[in-house]
């Protein structure tokens, strides 16, 4: 899979189906800026050949395929157990603070093995609004099967609680929210630390549909709990996101530069799979032969279906793409960003 640099007519006709949908302004939730000397050559494919891809390039990337005019983000890096993370922090911080809009934030890329210490100082500096956490940095070969306290233990969601921010977790072990351990401890820290608020990345990471239909009624009594839409290409976890917690508790994401490669991801029995054009046809030159779109339209297009089958307002879908955002962002942000608590009305 490869980063898509010029979108074929197909992916600008479907870009342009979005207008009326999107609104003009909007906030990223879940987006991964990317320098490519802070990991080891050939560690991200889909991004071989590129150069820095910041907050410009991120925006950039996102109005081909989007009609937002003003586009904010949560900004973080791309975990990977080679990669240089403190300069992938100290990058993403200056960067935001450099390039980002006015109420762009960053999130530290944290391990279980770093310094308690160093990590309470970035989130009381202000320069970081949260952490954004990750199982490969689980001390476990098969990080796949990480609880979620073997990478995010209980001392950050204790600094989460104390400066009222934000942890970005993407979910491990079959059936994600369907999975008795998972359950267990989000239930647990979210009570334990009520002034953390996470962010369950990729509707809980329920790439397959059903794991949403069955598992995410076991967060929906947790008011610091959201999902962020990233990277979900089937409108049925979109529709149990919206049914079972409701519009107020989902954030548009777009998992760039996930977004700018074509495929998609289906359910498939309990799992999933990604195709890829390369998976369907490696025999072709061109991936647009398989007319499969880029992974972020895909996403927008079943994001929408599932809000008109959800009959969702035009408030609702501010609130999706912008609002929820900037109420759960508060705390760091300028007091007139935030919408209040209780209209969509910013
Ligand atoms: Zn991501």
């Keep these: 899979m490869r980063y898509v640099r010029q979108l074929a007519p197909q992916d600008q006709a479907l870009a342009a189906s979005l207008v009326g949908f999107v609104p003009g302004e909007i906030y990223d939730i879940h987006t991964h800026p990317h320098h490519p000397d802070h990991f080891a050559p050939g560690t991200w494919k889909m991004l071989e050949g590129m150069g820095p891809q910041g907050c410009e390039e991120h925006r950039l990337a996102l109005q081909r395929i989007m009609p937002a005019k003003i586009i904010h983000g949560l900004y973080f890096g791309l975990p990977h157990q080679s990669a240089d993370r403190p300069a992938i922090n100290t990058w993403v911080e200056s960067e935001v603070r450099q390039h980002g809009t006015r109420l762009s934030r960053a999130l530290l890329l944290a391990s279980p093995a770093d310094d308690p210490a160093q990590v309470a100082a970035a989130l009381r500096s202000g320069k970081f609004c949260g952490l954004k956490v990750y199982h490969v940095y689980s001390r476990r070969t098969d990080t796949m099967n990480a609880t979620i306290e073997e990478f995010a233990p209980d001392w950050m969601w204790e600094l989460l609680h104390e400066v009222r921010g934000v942890m970005l977790l993407h979910l491990v072990r079959d059936g994600a929210m369907e999975d008795a351990s998972n359950q267990r401890s989000l239930r647990r820290l979210c009570r334990a630390y009520p002034n953390a608020q996470l962010i369950l990345a990729h509707i809980a990471r329920s790439f397959n ?20 839409t990233s990277a979900i290409c089937e409108s049925e976890a979109f529709r149990a996101a919206l049914k079972i917690l409701g519009p107020r508790r989902v954030l548009w994401g777009s998992d760039f530069a996930v977004s700018e490669i074509r495929g998609r991801c289906v359910a498939t029995g309990d799992s999933f799979f990604w195709l890829h054009p390369e998976v369907l046809r490696p025999d072709y030159a061109a991936p647009t032969a398989t007319r499969m779109t880029l992974v972020g339209l895909e996403s927008l297009l079943c994001l929408r279906e599932a809000c008109e089958d959800s009959g969702l307002t035009a408030g609702d879908i ?12 508060a705390p760091h942000l300028p007091k007139v960003a935030a919408p209040s608590p209780q209209s969509s009305a910013p």
């Design 209 to 228: 549909y059903r794991n949403a239909r069955h598992g995410l009624r076991w967060v929906a009594d947790l008011d610091n709990a959201v999902v962020d």
């Design 318 to 329: 501010e609130d999706i793409f912008r609002h929820n955002a900037l109420r759960l962002l």
